[in-house]
T-cell receptor
């Protein structure tokens, strides 16, 4: 089954404790992206990757890191989480960029206390 | 910069009512336009798209027409069902910068029997 898998689905952590949210897709898509969803703000792009070893900042990259060592995986790293990073996070992939259909993971609800 | 504006929600309707969710955009050139739907507890999924002026996207009884003259892409359905209850996001991908998908803030639709 074609899918984007994120883990964990829910996470509560403390300020400053490094964490990683994993994202994996099984569709051989070139483009992958991370978004955060906040009430009244819609989805905002954090980082994206056009292909392996190619990543770039989206609209809200501060406090986040990503890597793309393999085509299927695109982890999101919070080196020192802060309460303002409490949000719902989505990973998405598409065949060749956002002009093609984006497939989203089920989301990771992160709470930083 | 490019942006998408959606009507505020929630939109509350009775089953079989007619639905319109307004979406207008600001972009230079000829962007591609999308409607994504988010069912409770799930990630977003593509509902329909249109890539040039006067194109009509349609899926599952939903329709939207790309209107260049009014920079709009309103979502319509003739007869909604309870199962259509979800959050609907309008989005665009600019033709000059295909690195990102720009989302509106989302409109929640609630359909009651």
């Amino acid at each position: 089954e074609a899918q984007v898998t994120q883990n964990p689905r829910y996470l509560i952590t403390v300020t400053g404790k490094k964490l990683t949210v994993t994202c994996s897709q099984n569709m051989n898509h070139e483009y992958m992206s991370w978004y955060r969803q906040d009430p009244g703000l819609g989805l905002r792009q954090i980082y994206y990757s056009m292909n392996v070893e190619v990543t770039d900042k989206g609209d809200v990259p501060e406090g986040y890191k990503v890597s793309r060592k393999e085509k299927r995986n695109f982890p999101l790293i919070l080196e020192s989480p802060s309460p303002n990073q409490t949000s719902l996070y989505f990973c998405a992939s598409s065949l060749q960029g956002p002009n093609t259909e984006a497939f989203f993971g089920q989301g990771t609800r992160l709470t930083v206390v | 910069g490019d942006s998408v504006t959606q009507m505020e929600g929630p939109v509350t309707l009775s089953e079989e009512a007619f639905l319109t969710i307004n979406c207008t955009y600001t972009a230079t050139g000829y962007p591609s336009l999308f409607w994504y739907v988010q069912y409770p507890g799930e990630g977003l999924q593509l509902l329909l798209k249109a890539t040039k002026a006067d194109d009509k996207g349609s899926n599952k009884g939903f329709e939207a027409t790309y209107r260049k003259e009014t920079t709009s892409f309103h979502l319509e359905k003739g007869s909604v069902q309870v199962s259509d209850s979800a959050v609907y996001f309008c989005a665009l991908s600019a033709d000059y910068n295909t690195d990102k998908l720009i989302f509106g803030t989302g409109t929640r639709l609630q359909v009651f029997p």
